[in-house]
């Protein structure tokens, strides 16, 4: 299969945005029998009217940030955070006079996937045994690692900026 290039973002949305909404342009970089996948831009005072759908939904803002609803419930959402709008439940989202903001929306057709949860045991370890006996070989996760970056930023001073490691 040929590799392919959708274009979306700034040049690219519809003037008019989804229907039912004020304030917003989109753009749908995807869409076939299985779901959709489209980028909404919201500018300040944008908005999309609480309404339902029958698919799952996750909206994920990748720019900006402002306020999302699922039923009653209502929350500020930002850059880097993603909501879950369930099948038949009303939903909406917008940004207040102040605030744009950028989402992925991903939509999948069809009845939502059973959700299972994985059944674990932690395993309690007795630090002041010997190493031998804590726990059998191929138990357990290497530890988080500590990072210092004081020490990073001396080596490279651009490390202390931008995402976490």
């Given at each position: 299969?040929?590799?392919?290039?959708?274009?979306?973002?700034?040049?690219?949305?519809?003037?008019?945005?989804?229907?039912e909404?004020?304030?917003?342009?989109?753009?749908?970089?995807h869409s076939d029998g299985r779901g959709v996948i489209a980028e909404l831009a919201f500018r300040r005072?944008?908005?999309?009217?609480?309404?339902?759908?029958?698919n799952l939904t996750w909206f994920?803002?990748?720019?900006?940030?402002?306020?999302?609803?699922?039923?009653?419930?209502?929350?500020?959402?930002?850059a880097g955070e993603?909501?879950?709008?369930?099948p038949d439940e009303f939903h909406a989202a917008w940004t207040d006079r102040t605030q744009t903001m950028r989402a992925i929306v991903?939509?999948?057709?069809?009845?939502p996937p059973e959700q299972r949860l994985i059944e674990?045991?932690?395993?309690?370890?007795?630090?002041?045994?010997?190493?031998?006996?804590?726990v059998e070989r191929g138990q357990g996760q290497l530890a988080?690692?500590?990072?210092?970056?004081?020490?990073?930023?001396?080596r490279d001073p651009e490390v202390s900026e931008g995402e976490p490691l």
């Open positions: 299969m040929p590799l392919e290039i959708h274009r979306f973002g700034v040049g690219h949305r519809r003037p008019d945005g989804p229907p909404t004020v304030g917003l342009q989109g753009q749908v970089i005072g944008a908005h999309i009217e609480p309404h339902t759908n029958p994920v803002v990748i720019e900006g940030g402002g306020w999302v609803a699922v039923g009653e419930e209502r929350a500020r959402i930002q993603a909501v879950l709008w369930p991903v939509e999948f057709a069809g009845e674990g045991q932690a395993t309690v370890v007795d630090p002041d045994a010997p190493a031998a006996s804590r988080p690692r500590r990072i210092d970056r004081t020490v990073l930023a001396e």
